[in-house]
């Protein structure tokens, strides 16, 4: 397969279609040429196949033929077409085998019941940022998770904060709340768990820092993830946050016996 796709999503965004190169991301193409001439002298009706992630593979079967139709003009820009040459008029989606399938959402099974539609964003942008190859997203999408979790139940709860709040003052003040603060305890296995817990928030805002792409990086010390940072990063982000959303709907339902 053509690792040129990329190219590809160059023209669409140089064509002022975002949307359409933003869909193409992580996906591959090959060309199949076929014996029947096409407009040109002896130029050969050549089709594309992509070969998509599974959920982008969706995204792509929904297109209108006006944008199948810009695609094809974007490897036109590439693909000329031109006598005794290849000339693309057909385009077709596929899945890609090799790709990474998405988490499953048993994983989170608590998140998956809340109501609040940003936060599901976040656990699907997380798991499809990382089948895309996009590591320094998805590790960006866990931390906003994390946050969005935090305020969701503070907000849901009428509790006042400063919404200019780092992550570690946010999460301090959710976790006093749903009694998993380690000085609500005595048992030392919980008060080292909870405090456990503490220690991840406090990684995931200096992670953030250090690997995500939510800030500008220096040329000379720029720390680059790699899937295993972000598998680790996100799974433990969504653990968490399912956990509290756990503890908060439990919290309520012994609050309304």
Do not use: W
Not at 92 to 110: H, V
Not at 205 to 229: F, I, T
């Amino acid at each position: 397969m053509s690792d040129n796709i990329e190219k590809i999503a160059q023209v669409l965004r140089y064509r002022n279609r975002n949307d359409l190169a933003k869909a193409l991301c992580g996906s591959k193409y090959v060309l199949n040429e076929s014996s029947t001439y096409g407009s040109r002298l002896f130029s050969l009706l050549t089709s594309v196949e992509i070969y998509a992630p599974i959920h982008k593979h969706d995204l792509l079967q929904k297109l209108s033929e006006e944008d199948k139709q810009e695609i094809i003009k974007a490897f036109h820009a590439l693909y000329p077409v031109r006598e005794n040459d290849i000339e693309i008029s057909h385009i077709e989606f596929l899945i890609d085998p090799d790709s990474p399938m998405p988490l499953s959402p048993r994983q989170t099974e608590y998140l998956s019941k809340i109501d609040y539609e940003y936060i599901t964003e976040q656990v699907k942008k997380c798991d499809n940022k990382i089948a895309d190859g996009d590591f320094e997203g998805a590790i960006t999408n866990a931390r906003s998770l994390i946050e969005s979790i935090c305020k969701y139940i503070l907000d849901d709860s009428g509790m006042e904060y400063n919404p200019k709040s780092d992550l570690p003052d946010l999460y301090k003040e959710t976790s006093k709340l749903l009694n998993m603060h380690p000085n609500q305890h005595v048992q030392a296995a919980f008060k080292q768990i909870l405090s456990g817990c503490f220690s991840i928030v406090q990684g995931f805002a200096a992670v953030r820092n250090e690997l995500s792409d939510a800030h500008g990086k220096s040329k000379n010390k720029h720390y680059k993830p790699d899937k295993r940072h972000a598998d680790f990063v996100v799974g433990t982000a969504k653990i968490v946050a399912d956990f509290m959303y756990a503890s908060f709907v439990e919290m309520k339902r012994v609050s309304a016996e």
